[in-house]
């Protein structure tokens, strides 16, 4: 039995992410994908036969060979293709954490700067065999990535809501958010929403290359604050890719450390590959410090999911222990210590 078009279509558009391919050719064939969703089989048949499948929207040449190629019972050549070339691990080692993982709880979706829906993001976790998934979006202040408001974000809650009530104990979509660390050490959303969540991430977005004191002071505010869970990218640095380079943050590591061991807060580590945030020396002083740790894809696409591999080879390979990376432990255990102790 053939490929379903749908699939297939999926499929190359995540084998295309995980290799961080452009990002007009992933668009392609996710909006190919979206098409045919929306097609009758039986109008997808016809126009095939006819050669008229370019005239949907959303299909070019090459997403509509790939549709070609599945109605007439055959695995379209692009994506045998790519299964070969970039289906494999995307680095050696970290596989015994990456066994361990059971979620991820840094996501983006097309609510903020995300490239997909919700559903399509849960999907994808759900093939990659997740049995979570925190939906992370940005928070008000960062204008730049749409962040939600209050009025947004509890919009997004009932559809997270909704997407759970499709799940019989199998896979939960959780409610997060990635909160602004504003400048005075605040968390950007409202006490009412923030109490609404399973679990939120902390991340400085801006003014980045700040002084060591502003920095510290800023950071520290954020993780005593008690709904913080994760602090995000803690460096804030970037080492390649579209964006260019960027330093990382100055900041009295030993005290933000110290204060996440304090306060039960976990340091993330970022396995965008053009993050590695933090890097290898900060990596061992948090670690030495006693710090719990999450590994986050901080995915803006469903393939950019498969990204926790890169952090788990790093986990694994300067010795973290399992148990102390939250996202191992069952969602029932996550969302209970992501709860705050009172109020």
Known sequence: MGTEPVDALRRIAFLLERSRAGTYRVKAFRQAADTVTH????????????????ELAGIGSSTARVILECLTGDLPEYLETLEEKSAGPLVDGGHSIRAALRGDCHCHSDWSDGGSP??????TAVDLGHEYLVLTDHSPNLKVAHGLTAQRLG?????VDTINEHFEGGFRLLKGIEADILEDGRIDQTEAMLARLDLRVASVHSKLRASRSTMTKRMLGAVENRWTNVLGHCTGRLVEGTRGTRPQSDFDSAAIFA????HDV????NSRPERQDPPDD????????G????????AHAPGQLDFVQYGCERAQRHGIPPERIINTWPAERLVEWARPASG
Do not use: N
């Open 291 to 298: 710090c719990l740790f999450s590994i986050d894809s901080d």
């Open 259 to 262: 204060a996440c061991v304090e």
């Open 282 to 289: 900060l990596l061992l002083e948090a670690m030495a410090a």
């Open 155 to 159: 919009k997004q809650l009932d559809l």
């Open 39 to 54: 097609t009758p089989r039986a109008e997808l048949r016809q126009r095939a036969d006819a050669g008229t499948l370019t």
């Open 266 to 269: 976990a340091v993330e580590i």
């Open 118 to 123: 919700v559903p399509e993001m849960v999907a």
